[in-house]
């Protein structure tokens, strides 16, 4: 069974920085697109970011493009989310998400899912 922990969420200032991470486990995570997804109040998830684990290829949200960085460390099964120049606008709460094969950015092509990790940006 896979399971998802995210970690990292907490209160920031704008323009400040922040580091999730997701660990892994259940499986052996090569063949997996693991993705960040954010949901803010009132609104639908959305997509941040995604990598495929086997050769760490790149997607971004043009919203977060030049300003997240989605990483892996192999040895500790944990995937990344680096979080840079923060505005408000990325305050949500902020999912880990993975599914064997393609990588999809829509939520519901995604078969497993962390609890969710809060992210607050003040202004």
């Known amino acids: 069974q896979v399971q998802l922990v995210e970690s990292g969420g907490r209160l920031v200032q704008a323009g400040g920085s922040l580091r999730l991470s997701c660990a892994a486990s259940?499986?052996?995570?090569?063949?997996?697109?693991m993705a960040w997804f954010r949901q803010a109040p009132g609104k639908e998830r959305e997509f941040v970011a995604a990598?495929?684990?086997?050769?760490?290829?790149?997607y971004y949200a043009n919203s977060v493009k030049g300003r997240f960085t989605i990483s892996r460390d192999n040895a500790k099964n944990t995937v990344y989310l680096q979080m840079n120049s923060l505005t408000p606008e990325d305050t949500a709460v902020y999912y880990c998400?993975?599914?064997?094969?393609?990588?999809?950015?829509?939520?519901?092509?995604?078969?497993?899912w962390g609890q969710g990790t809060q992210v607050t940006v003040s202004s």
């Open positions: 259940g499986r052996t995570f090569s063949s997996y697109a």
């Open positions: 990598m495929r684990w086997s050769d760490s290829s790149t």
């Open positions: 998400a993975a599914r064997r094969g393609s990588l999809y950015y829509t939520a519901n092509e995604y078969n497993y």
